[in-house]
Structures are given as C-alpha cells and as structure tokens.
C-alpha cells in the first residue's frame, strides 16, 4: 500500500481525518455500486482465485460522474479495468488469465481490460519510452496513473468492500482532476482530460506542473 493508511472498516487512503475518510468511503461505495457492472464484476471476480486485484480507473470515476451530471449510471465507460499481480510474467500465463475472465464475463455486454501489473515493465518503455520501475503488488499499477483523481481501487473479499486510494476520494467525489507527476506523463494527461471534459463538461480541471517534484 503506497502512501495509504488501513483503517478497521476496509479503506487504504491517504492520510488524514479518520471520520471524513469514512464517510467519503461510504459515499464512494454507494455511488459506484449503483453500476450494476461494478457491483457483478466484485461479485465474481473472487472466483478465479487472484488474491492481488482490484477494479479500478475509469469504470470508478465515470460511475460517480454520470450520478453528478444526471446521466444513467453505464453511460460512456469505454471499459472496465481490473490489475492483478502474479510474478508469473510470462506472456501465455497472462493470456490465459484474460481467457478465463472473458468466459466468467461472457453474459455482460461491456470490455473488461485485465492486466497483470508485474509485466508492465517489459512494455512500458517500448510505449511510452520511460521506464516503469519494478512492480511488487497491484496497488503500484494505481499509484502511477498519470490522473491522482482516478487512482482508486476498489475489491471485494469475503463479502467485504476494500478501497484503496493513496491520494483520498475527495477530488473524484468533487469532479476535480488533479495531475500525478510521479511519471512524466504530462501528454497522456491532457489528451485523457480533453476526452474526459467532452464527456463530462461539469469536471474540474488542474494542470499538469511546469516543474513536477
């Protein structure tokens, strides 16, 4: 957990006012799993046995900024991402992974994107010509967005709800877009956020920093 803190009701955030964290939480919760897709995606997923994973990224966000622009809940999510971690990096392993999620999602009419966050770095370069950095568990696939306002996760075990949020839950709550420097990634950012912004006018837009820390 990156610059998260785990508190007794199943929240990673960031730090900060204990009660306030968990109020965001329960907001978070229960306007994303008002996305019947969300909520049969957590349901399920526990079925192949990947301990590491969390649904996370646009399927999150774009839930909670349909509710705020009145829109059905579904509308304009292009795909539901989920990250696992297995330090099997072999290509034909995570085929298979992908395979099985497409036969226990065949009956939902959605793109479901799954990756195995450990072999991020054998392509990442090739992408974006920067180095990755080595990856240990899922969680670090979702402290590199190049949006802090995405970088959530969201899993269920044992029929309880885990969130991880290294940078808190406030600015997707608020539809403010604040950028994640930790990657040179200002490009991917802005061509992300004129996207988004057609999409969801209403959002709240940060730039990218002129000399990121």
Not at 110 to 126: F, G, S
Not at 183 to 205: E, F, G, H, S
């Amino acid at each position: 957990m990156a610059g998260g803190v785990e508190d007794d009701v199943g929240f990673a955030m960031s730090s900060g006012n204990a009660i306030d964290q968990v109020a965001q939480g329960q907001l978070f919760l229960d306007l994303v799993l008002r996305n019947r897709f969300n909520r049969t995606i957590l349901d399920r997923f526990s079925d192949l046995g990947i301990d590491d994973w969390w649904l996370t990224a646009g399927c999150l966000a774009q839930s909670i900024w349909n509710i705020l622009a009145n829109r059905p809940v579904e509308d304009r999510i292009d795909d539901y991402d989920l990250f696992y971690f297995d330090a099997d990096i072999r290509w034909n392993a995570e085929d298979k992974v992908i395979a099985r999620v497409a036969d226990l999602f065949s009956d939902l009419p959605i793109r479901i994107e799954i990756r195995n966050q450990a072999r991020v770095p054998i392509w990442y370069r090739k992408k974006f010509d920067i180095e990755y950095g080595d990856v240990s568990a899922a969680c670090e696939g979702i402290d590199r967005f190049a949006y802090r306002t995405t970088a959530i996760g969201l899993r269920k075990l044992h029929d309880e709800y885990r969130i991880y949020a290294p940078f808190g839950l406030e600015a997707v709550l608020e539809g403010t877009i604040i950028p994640n420097p930790v990657l040179p990634l200002r490009d991917v950012y802005v061509a992300k956020v004129i996207r988004w912004r057609k999409n969801w006018p209403c959002l709240k837009v940060m730039p990218w920093p002129d000399n990121p820390e």
